[in-house]
């Protein structure tokens, strides 16, 4: 391909408005929805895979955004009135719609690969684990935005209507919105909806957030989506190539054979769509307490309150007690449980009453977490009875008058006022008595079996 013949389009077409639309879209996007008391560790500037699949969230608006603008350069031809004279000089028509498609491509990939350096540069202060797991994340959706706009110009220049670039938009975020609404699931069990992704999701051009930052896309995904998006990619530079009825036909073979293929490489058991990092994962630990590799950087400050979280829960609980406490590494599917050892305890940072505590307030949450983990898969679910029977364990431990702390805020005036009469009640029985309650009732929090509230005594005061 000629550079000054590129240069020249890239000046002259839409190339770089397009790339502009893109960047200050995606921008102005992430920052109105990664903000604020929604914002975790798998954020968009924490984690380097986070930042990826959060930068692929966008692409729902970029998409039909490039094929819009796409469509648009695909009507220039018609527009200046040139397509005799285009048409009878020797050059091939493939030859120009390389260069036309070649500038908006680099346009488009430049543009994307500036929102990924924009999080890239904030996640290099804020974690010392890095790796290159987020790149094939990246180039996939750089792929995305290329494919959106070499569509909308095959189309543009097969349809040149005034009509054709609204409705190619149009079609294109009808498209993602379906793929989106496939994955919405209802829960039998506990009523709520879930996000389960199906084989006809993944072709969406965003991606579901992930809800842990320990996951990531599995390999089968990468592949499955490059493929279809290759096929999208060459079919819109088919149609802009091709000359005469014929040749529009066969260039729709390339989109169709990517999709046939995509939907044999794509994953259909929703459970190997995202899979665990395990490099991510791995353990990293000072004595008893350990985090994996992704948060290596705050094991100095979770050694001090685990141990003394287990020095006391040990005085408290003798040979029952855990040994050791672990950051949680597995991840449930949606709607199902854990499998837990009641020899080691599991925190996860994602855990409200853990994110940002310290010092004591760190070691009360790792007690309770401890001797009462949650049990069901989604982070922020977690009943009453499991938040009563928390603190009054917590308190317990602590040796505290009365239950106290950060939970107890999360529980309704009554509901305080009853957890209050059950420690006080509970404080009362024989010191045997109260580490038998305490002890059962650990071993049914762990294997999620019963009410762990009724098990110390809350069941007799409602």
């Not at 149609?239 to 054979?257: H, N």
């Not at 259909?268 to 994996?292: F, I, K, M, N, W």
């Not at 509970?426 to 650990?442: G, K, N, T, V, W």
Request: charged share 15%; with cysteine; aromatic share 6%.
């Amino acid at each position: 391909m000629n550079t000054r013949i590129l240069r020249i389009e890239l000046k002259r077409s839409l190339a770089p408005w397009a790339a502009a639309a893109v960047l200050t879209t995606a921008l102005a996007f992430l920052c109105l929805t990664s903000g604020g008391d929604g914002l975790t560790v798998a954020g968009w500037t924490d984690q380097w895979t986070s930042m990826a699949l959060t930068a692929r969230g966008p692409l729902y608006f970029i998409w039909p955004l490039a094929g819009g603008l796409g469509a648009l350069q695909g009507l220039r031809e018609r527009r200046s009135k040139a397509s005799e004279l285009i048409t009878s000089t020797p050059r091939p028509a493939s030859h120009r719609a390389a260069v036309v498609s070649g500038a908006m491509a680099m346009a488009l990939a430049s543009a994307y690969a500036m929102v990924v350096l924009v999080g890239g540069v904030q996640v290099l202060a804020n974690t010392r684990y890095t790796h290159v797991g987020w790149l094939p994340i990246s180039l996939v959706g750089a792929l995305t935005a290329v494919s959106g706009a070499m569509l909308g110009m095959g189309v543009g220049r097969t349809l040149p209507y005034l009509l054709t670039p609204p409705a190619v938009a149009v079609s294109m975020l009808v498209f993602g919105v379906l793929a989106q609404l496939s994955t919405v699931k209802a829960d039998a069990t506990t009523g709520l909806t879930r996000w389960e992704p199906s084989v006809f999701s993944l072709l969406s051009p965003a991606l579901q957030e992930a809800r842990d930052v320990l996951l990531t896309l599995s390999v089968s995904v990468h592949v499955g989506q490059a493929i279809w998006l290759t096929g999208v990619s060459a079919t819109g530079f088919a149609l802009l190539a091709a000359a005469g009825r014929r040749g529009r036909l066969v260039a729709l073979t390339p989109v169709l054979a990517g999709t046939v293929i995509a939907f044999l490489v794509l994953p259909s058991d929703p459970r190997q769509v995202y899979v665990v990092d395990e490099a991510a994962a791995r353990l990293v630990c000072d004595g008893p307490v350990c985090v994996t590799n992704t948060h290596r950087a705050q094991l100095n400050a979770v050694a001090g309150p685990g141990r003394e979280a287990l020095r006391l829960m040990s005085a408290a609980l003798g040979e029952r007690a855990p040994r050791s406490i672990h950051e949680e590494t597995a991840v449930w599917p949606d709607g199902s449980g854990p499998r837990r050892s009641s020899g080691i305890a599991l925190f996860d940072f994602e855990d409200h009453a853990v994110a940002g505590a310290q010092g004591t307030d760190l070691t009360r949450a790792l007690i309770a977490g401890s001797l009462v983990p949650k049990c069901s898969a989604y982070a922020d679910t977690i009943s009453s009875s499991d938040v009563s029977a928390q603190s009054v364990a917590a308190s317990w431990v602590l040796g505290e008058p009365e239950p106290v702390g950060e939970d107890m805020a999360y529980l309704s005036r009554g509901r305080q006022e009853e957890v209050r009469k059950v420690y006080g009640e509970f404080r009362r029985l024989p010191r045997a008595e109260q580490r038998s309650r305490i002890a059962a009732m650990y071993l049914d929090a762990v294997a999620c079996k019963g009410d762990p509230f009724v098990t110390l005594g809350g069941g007799a005061s409602r």
